[in-house]
């Protein structure tokens, strides 16, 4: 029997060393982890890795139920994968596992918590965004990227891809830089 730990943060620049301390003291002998979005689990290559290799009797260990997903049919889904391979499921904050039946009701409960909570943060911050849209303050989220240097690169005839390249980015967020109004001119291929 094993205690397999697994953490998850949805960006890069987010840290995972509270999480991966936390399953170390639990007594967990392996950690998975990575740096991705909990909205579905596509794209969660380690968490599948840990679902792949779980045996009877192993514990799939997280800090928090929202770790696993944010959807509440997701995280069922998932619990439902581990106990057809006679594994467990355990959250430690709210310390809670499917090692008894009311560990199964307790997290089917705060998985629809989770993701009601989840709902309501959503709408919040799009009244907040119309709020400020009305005020006139509202200016959207930090570009990732330098509008001003795609549109430098085109002028001195780049191509399109090797803009891409430079800019580490794909050639689809060159063309929609290059859709804004500021920016107009035709790319180079």
Do not use: W
Not at 161 to 182: F, H, N, W
């Amino acid at each position: 029997m094993s205690r397999i730990g697994y953490a998850r943060v949805s960006t890069i620049d987010q840290d995972l060393e509270t999480q991966i301390a936390k399953l170390k003291a639990e007594g967990c002998g392996i950690i998975r982890s990575e740096k991705v979005s909990g909205a579905s689990r596509d794209g969660r290559a380690e968490l599948a890795t840990i679902i792949d290799f779980l045996r009877p009797g192993d514990e799939l260990v997280v800090t928090r139920l929202d770790r696993l997903g944010r959807d509440t049919r997701d995280v069922l889904n998932l619990i439902h994968e581990c106990e057809q391979r006679e594994a467990f499921v355990t959250v430690l904050d709210p310390h809670v596992s499917t090692r008894g039946e009311m560990g199964h009701i307790v997290l089917t409960v705060l998985g629809m918590v989770a993701q009601m909570e989840r709902r309501f943060i959503k709408e919040r911050q799009l009244e907040g965004i119309e709020q400020a849209k009305r005020k006139g303050i509202y200016r959207g989220g930090t570009p990732r990227l330098d509008y001003q240097r795609v549109a430098e690169l085109v002028r001195a005839n780049i191509p399109v891809s090797e803009i891409a390249k430079t800019m580490k980015c794909s050639r689809m967020q060159v063309y929609r830089i290059l859709k804004r109004p500021s920016l107009q001119r035709g790319p180079v291929e």
